[in-house]
């Protein structure tokens, strides 16, 4: 029992390590690049945008930001996994819905910002559009994943895409919602590089941590369904 948890810890030890290398790699060689070509317009230092990431002046916003990420996230499990379900266990419904959810994300998919003035009119320029927008395509896209029988897949995707959706509302939206999609679109305008890549690097880390916890909540609730389902990216008996 011992040996099996000393064996344990190592192993842990070891995937930790192999997790840091890229990001150690990636990050000293961002550093040596800005240095050694020196254009802080166009790519400053790692040093000085993890200082900015590392700044509570993002905080608020960032909150903001992963608040509603997480809202809209909760409301497409409970909208896109129930149609999964349906799908997958009925073929009548996989071949009614599977084509028109298809026929959705081709059209949606790259006219969710044309829909923008619509829920302007309807809601204002308001979180709740925000929020409306950044449901619309992960509700789909859960739908057809989890029919697929890859929860934990569609429910990774589904925060991705909450997450980005959300972002992109709030840089279309404007400064007047808040959240760190207006900071980021805010920056951009003024070409504050340092404090962009701070918030790239912040949402980055940020997106990660809520993936690995999103993988622990979900793998743990297959495992303890025991009814089948994959834990990461594939099926299991």
């Known amino acids: 029992m011992i040996r099996d948890n000393k064996l344990e810890q190592e192993n842990r030890i ?13 990050f000293l ?14 790519l400053p230092p790692f040093s ?5 990431a590392l700044s509570l002046s993002l905080a608020d916003d960032l909150a903001i930001t992963l608040a509603f990420s997480l809202l809209g996230l909760l409301i497409t499990l409970l909208a896109g ?3 999964g379900l349906v799908i997958q266990r009925s073929n009548k419904a996989k071949w009614a819905l599977d084509p028109f959810f298809w026929f959705l ?24 559009a925000v929020l409306v927008q950044s449901i619309i395509v992960p509700i789909i896209v859960v739908a ?15 925060f991705l895409m909450c997450l980005s959706y959300q972002f992109i509302g709030e840089m279309i939206f404007g400064i007047t919602i808040g ?11 003024l070409h504050i590089v340092d404090m962009m890549y701070a918030i790239m690097l912040l949402m980055g880390f940020t997106g990660l941590f809520i993936d690995r916890v999103l993988i622990k909540c979900v793998g743990y609730l297959i495992k303890k369904k025991g009814s089948g ?9």
């Not at 070891?14 to 990636?26: E, G, S």
């Not at 000085?48 to 900015?52: F, G, L, T």
């Not at 959240?179 to 305008?189: A, E, H, L, T, V």
């Not at 389902?229 to 008996?237: K, L, P, R, S």
């Open 179 to 189: 959240g760190i999609g207006s900071q980021f679109s805010w920056f951009i305008d």
């Open 29 to 42: 060689l961002w550093e040596v690049l800005a240095r050694v070509f020196h254009q802080p317009y166009i």
């Open 144 to 158: 057809l994943i989890s029919g697929y029988g890859l929860t934990l897949l569609a429910v990774r995707l589904g």
């Open 48 to 52: 000085d945008v993890a200082a900015s």
């Open 229 to 237: 389902g994959e834990i990461a990216y594939g099926d299991h008996q």
């Open 81 to 83: 996994l129930p149609l």
């Open 105 to 128: 994300l081709f059209a949606l998919g790259i006219g969710t910002t044309s829909i923008t003035p619509i829920l302007i009119l309807l809601f204002g320029l308001t979180q709740l």
């Open 14 to 26: 070891t995937k930790w390590i192999y997790h840091t290398i890229p990001f150690a790699v990636l």
